[in-house]
Nanobody
Framework: QVQLVESGGGLVQPGGSLRLSCTAS????????MGWYRQAPGKQRELVAA???????NYADSVKDRFTISRDNAKNTVYLQMDSLKPEDTARFYC????????????WGQGTQVTVSS
């Protein structure tokens, strides 16, 4: 079982920045991929960004050049730096992880709300 604890959401004005953190209860060496999905009211959950154990990153087209995903293996933590935020980025962001030993299973955090509004 993997527990993921997120933090860093909040209210920010358009054009502002936020940094989300997600800390795993297991070593990063056992995690194949980790990242963030988001879900806005009335919409499907969508992948925002992900990073693999090999350091390969993947971003949704809508956030490329604005969001940056990174990780700190010593802290078992993945970060999502979000810059130039737009109102359409408003959503609940969920951290997820896939274990190397169980790549077919997905573990989820409880989510953190990001609201972009003036």
């Amino acid at each position: 079982q993997v527990q993921l604890v997120e933090s860093g959401g909040g209210l920010v004005q358009p054009g502002g920045s936020l940094r989300l953190s997600c800390t795993a209860s297991v070593s990063m060496s056992s995690i194949y991929a980790m990242g963030w999905y988001r879900q806005a009211p009335g919409k499907q959950r969508e992948l925002v960004a992900a990073i693999t154990s090999g350091g390969i990153t993947n971003y949704a087209d809508s956030v490329k050049d604005r969001f940056t995903i990174s990780r700190d293996n010593a802290k078992n933590t993945v970060y999502l730096q979000m810059d130039s935020l737009k109102p359409e980025d408003t959503a609940r962001f969920y951290c997820y992880a896939r274990l190397a030993s169980r790549p077919g299973s997905v573990y989820w955090g409880q989510g953190t709300q990001v609201t972009v509004s003036s």
